[in-house]
């Protein structure tokens, strides 16, 4: 077991993977860890299920459907899972599009114990930048130290909280603005402030060249509690003690990709439930569903 910052005693708790949002990177990673040993995995990712046996705020989690009892009709180990399989797969291909198309830096926002540095064929030149909070990176590296695991592409942490000046953090660590990008906000925006979430798009169009795309998600729901007895909620909160309501900020959202739009990004917004259409695979809409506002957009900047 690795304690790394985020130990449950106060000033660690708030930055490692312990508790709080920071806990929300192992159910991912808990999630990834299922859908990597499913016999039709949307995505693959090794690493995944070491991050969830070295928590001990993860102790008893599965990482295989077959250890979770009632298997798929689980609302939190079958179905909201499958939605985070279903959530790598599409943003993988979507960042390696984008590296195709000449982007050579990627940055991750909240990045937490997304391992797509080690995991997805990169080009040669390709740099990687995972911005998360340091406890949650250095948990991170600790396991995959442990592992001996090797990136696949130039690697850069930047430990810093997204609500501090992280674009001269990440300058200051070799991003060059003037070179095209692609950026990904995934599982992130719900948890900031409104004003974060401002700040976070208007920084990222500052610093992106053109030729830059981004991916992000959003929730749409003007009320979240309109969902607060969903099967995916009371589940998450039941079985692993994430109250995920809790963590999301309740202010009204900003229209993100309606900004990009106006400031010349071409964008385009989709329900998960597209893409389980065109794979055949993946969650897809019913009654009371928590995932009913999840947006996921996708936005490029024009080359002149
Ligand atoms: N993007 C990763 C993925 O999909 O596997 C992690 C998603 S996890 C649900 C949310 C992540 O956002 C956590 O790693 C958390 O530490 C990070 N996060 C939330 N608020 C943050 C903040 N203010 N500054 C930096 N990171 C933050």
């Known amino acids: 077991m690795v304690n790394g910052a985020g130990t449950a005693d106060g000033a660690g708790e708030a930055e490692g ?7 929300t990177a192992l159910l991912v990673a808990a999630a990834r860890a299922i859908e990597t040993h499913r016999h039709d995995p949307l995505a693959r990712d090794v690493f995944a299920e070491h991050f969830v046996h070295a928590a001990p705020a993860c102790a008893g989690w599965p990482v ?6 009632d298997g798929d009709a689980n609302p939190l180990w079958g179905r909201f899972a499958r939605y985070f399989g279903l959530r790598t797969r599409v943003l993988d291909d979507f960042l390696l599009r984008s590296v195709h198309a000449g982007a050579r830096q990627v940055v991750l926002l909240g990045a937490g114990l997304d391992s797509r540095a080690f995991r997805l064929d990169w080009p040669a030149d390709c740099v990687v930048f995972e911005v998360d909070r340091a406890g949650v ?35 200051a660590a ?46 749409l729901d003007k009320d979240l509690l309109e969902y ?13 003690g994430i109250d995920l309501l809790a963590l999301f900020d309740r202010e009204p959202r900003p229209d993100s990709a309606g900004t990009l739009t106006g400031r010349g990004w071409s964008t385009s917004v989709h329900t998960p439930f597209d893409f389980t259409r065109h ?8 009654e009371n569903d928590a ?14």
């Open 17 to 23: 993977v312990a508790g709080g949002v920071g806990l």
């Open 64 to 69: 295989r459907i077959q250890q979770v009892p």
């Open 137 to 171: 990176l250095a948990f991170k590296h600790e396991v995959l130290d442990g592992l001996s695991a090797a990136p696949k592409a130039a690697r850069t942490p930047v430990p810093i909280d997204l609500r501090a000046d992280w674009a001269a953090a990440l300058t």
């Open 174 to 219: 070799g991003f060059d603005p003037a070179a095209p990008s692609v950026w990904l906000a995934e599982g992130l925006l719900f948890y900031l402030p409104s004003a974060t979430e401002t700040h976070l798009i208007d920084t990222v169009d500052r610093l992106s060249a053109a030729g830059s795309a981004l991916a992000f998600e959003v929730k």
């Open 228 to 240: 607060r007895d969903s099967p995916l909620y009371t589940s998450t909160t039941q079985q692993i």
């Open 279 to 286: 794979h055949g695979r993946g969650p897809l809409p019913e």
């Open 291 to 304: 995932l009913a506002g999840n947006r996921w957009v996708f936005a490029n900047k024009p080359r002149p």
